[in-house]
Nanobody, 130 residues
Framework: QVQLVESGGGSVQAGGSLRLSCVAS????????MGWFRQAPGKEREAVAT????????YYADSVKGRFTISQDGAKNTVYLQMTSLKPEDTAMYYC???????????????????????WGQGTQVTVSS
């Protein structure tokens, strides 16, 4: 059983920064791919960034490229999402997700941006005011 616990959300003004953390526990082989997703009220859940833990390849949604950075600390079983130059449209509940490589690794060489991940955290709220 894989458990994911997010932290680091909060309220900031536009242009500010936040760093989200996701601590993972459980069978490591079940979480080769990890990602950050977000869901705003009335909208579908969407991928923000993903990372392949065994190779480090990353994916970013176009809307966050150049502003967000996903990274990992293997020793701490933690994946981070550094968010800079935040915009009001970044306001959402942010979720950490994990899944096995076999299910989620794409032909493009990165972890999928789909929502077909096996494990999800409880979410952390990010609110950006203008």
């Amino acid at each position: 059983q894989v458990q994911l616990v997010e932290s680091g959300g909060g309220s900031v003004q536009a242009g500010g920064s936040l760093r989200l953390s996701c601590v993972a526990s459980g069978y490591a082989g079940s979480r080769n791919c990890m990602g950050w997703f977000r869901q705003a009220p009335g909208k579908e859940r969407e991928a923000v960034a993903t990372i392949y833990l065994n190779g480090g390849t990353t994916y970013y949604a176009d809307s966050v490229k150049g502003r967000f950075t996903i990274s990992q600390d293997g020793a701490k079983n933690t994946v981070y999402l550094q968010m800079t130059s935040l915009k009001p449209e970044d306001t959402a509940m942010y979720y950490c997700a994990a899944g096995p490589r076999g299910l989620l690794f794409t032909s493009g060489g990165y972890c999928s941006s789909s929502t077909r991940y096996n494990y999800w955290g409880q979410g952390t709220q990010v609110t950006v005011s203008s």
